[in-house]
């Protein structure tokens, strides 16, 4: 065995310190680099995980959920612009509301090649005590790419702000998460996205904007929300809000619609109920329904014309005249008169 000298055992301890750097104790610890503990996967091997395993625990899956999904819980978007600049901000009435409706396939431009930044502000009253924690940008692919900057604020006026992360994006293709301070008892966020390199050529494009809470109630609202609908313990669905939603579209239809019962408060824009009540036995009059002279899919009544089911009877207004009529295929015939019938008729009728 060779001598090992005061050189030689730094670097044999300098090693060792580095193969221990960010390894967690077996007894418990923390690391401030959250890609420290890593796993490295074999292409010639399968795994099948292990129910104690870190991995398999069920806690992620429950503990968080998006407080700004679809906008729902009285989400607004403010103070939208952007800028060429760095000095002048405009308006922009670029919809955003796409960056919440929790599709990954989603591609919006954050940064044109002619934008250098753009902010706008989040105001939701709930955001006050939602707990959020955890921001997320779905970051797409784009070339040339430029590194941005995310800025994010709270404030408890929309006046007064205070920085609760920064940090500079530098890749695409892939989701990054940003960790902010508390907002406790604010209901404002502001975010703003500012191009690091490639101002004039290159671009940001990005599918998502989440702000994740672990937080239930109706402060840290829920994961139901990350849903179009809403249900209740009945299995029963229903939109979060009333006579707001759509069901298909004109260029996106259903194929067949099975029903036992079917209400509506309109139909294709006429008022109706097109609920079937079953057959009518009741002896009395009522409207016959007909189409609308100028829009065949409404439907109208006239007190001219009613029906009754169980005498049959048809009753209307007939208009006409003889010069129109063709047939009467349902006339009685008039018998013939002979002379002597009025000769006889005549003489009794003067006596």
Request: charged fraction near 20%; aromatic fraction near 12%; charge should be neutral.
């Amino acid at each position: 065995m060779g001598f090992v000298d005061n050189y030689g055992l730094k670097k044999i301890l300098g090693k060792i310190k580095t193969m221990l750097d960010g390894k967690l104790s077996l007894t418990g610890g923390t690391v401030s680099d959250l890609n420290a503990v890593k796993a490295t996967a074999s292409i010639s091997s399968n795994i099948t995980p292990s129910y104690t395993a870190i991995a398999a625990s069920p806690f992620a899956r429950e503990f968080w959920h998006d407080h700004f999904a679809f906008l729902t819980g009285g989400h607004v978007i403010q103070n939208h612009q952007v800028t060429t600049d760095g000095i002048t901000w405009a308006d922009d009435a670029t919809d955003l509301s796409n960056l919440f409706m929790q599709k990954d396939s989603n591609n919006f431009i954050l940064l044109s090649k002619s934008q250098l930044a753009r902010r706008f502000t989040m105001y939701c009253q709930s955001l006050a005590h939602s707990g959020v924690a955890w921001y997320e940008l779905g970051v797409l692919y784009t070339y040339p790419f430029s590194n941005f900057e995310v800025y994010i604020e709270t404030s408890n006026d929309g006046k007064t702000w205070t920085s609760i992360h920064k940090s500079v994006v530098g890749g695409n293709s892939s989701p990054y998460f940003f960790k902010g301070n508390s907002i406790s008892g604010n209901t404002y966020l502001r975010f703003t996205f500012t191009k690091k390199d490639n101002f004039d050529t290159g671009s940001v494009r990005i599918s998502c904007l989440k702000a994740y809470t672990s937080r239930k109630g109706d402060q840290g609202l829920g994961i139901e929300y990350e849903y179009p609908y809403n249900w209740d313990t009945y299995k029963n669905i229903f939109p979060h809000t009333d006579g707001k939603r759509m069901l298909g579209s004109a260029d996106k239809r259903w194929g067949d619609v099975y029903a036992v019962n079917m209400y509506a408060s309109t139909f294709n824009g006429a008022s109706t109920n097109v609920k079937n009540h079953g057959e009518a036995t009741d002896d009395s009059m009522r409207h016959v329904w007909f189409s609308d002279s100028n829009d065949e899919t409404k439907r109208v009544y006239n007190d001219n014309f009613k029906y009754n089911p169980v005498k049959n009877m048809l009753t209307t207004n007939i208009s006409g005249n003889a010069a129109t009529a063709t047939k009467a295929t349902s006339a009685d015939t008039v018998p013939s008169i002979t002379n002597t019938e009025i000769d006889t008729l005549l003489t009794n009728a003067f006596k």
